[in-house]
């Protein structure tokens, strides 16, 4: 193999490998963006949301279980109205049963219609990290995953009784599909502009060499 053909060669491995690199980085800051633009809209909705809840009343719909308690339908009315307020996708509540160590669905603010609804006494065989984290006292901070039903940005807080033990969390999801396709879409371009730079630059010492 000639020396041009080799340094030819060595210039596209050196371009490909820094391209992978920069995609990396660049979807791992897009991800980023998608926390830091939406996440103080479902930290304060869901910390508005906690505060007008009533522990002692939300002990006593989780005691009965029933969904036709007046403060059942009380509190859901006021968490999809915050809900819609702050355009978010969902805002739910989890409960920890200590002695089953199993959690289940206190209250969701879906339509009742949407497949994804989840009713009072629904099991949820797998709570997230974040939330395991809220039902211990630990923040959780803003999250950012990915399911069959889409991309979220959610934040958790925890719900107290009278004597401030946490028994469950209060989640709120933001929808950010639209949000992360577009600062994808931004990244790539942006990914493309800077191989078509490298390839040229790439391209012109590679003929002044010749």
Known sequence: MSPEK???YALIIVVLFSFIMVMEIGNFRAKQLAVNLAGDRVANA???AAAGLEGEK???VIKTMDEAHPYYSEMRRQLISIKESHEL???YMLYKDEDKVQWFYVVDTREESDPAHHSLGDIEKRASAAVEKTIRGKEAG???YTSSLGTFVSSYEEIKDAQGVTFAV???DFKADELTAFLYLTRYVQFGI???ALLLIGGILF???K
Do not use: C, P, Y
């Open 6 to 8: 080799k340094r030819l």
């Open 46 to 48: 869901v910390a508005q």
């Open 58 to 60: 939300i002990l006593d």
């Open 89 to 91: 996708a969902d805002i």
């Open 142 to 144: 803003i999250e950012l």
């Open 170 to 172: 209060l989640a709120g």
């Open 194 to 196: 800077i191989a078509f």
């Open 207 to 209: 003929l002044t060499k």
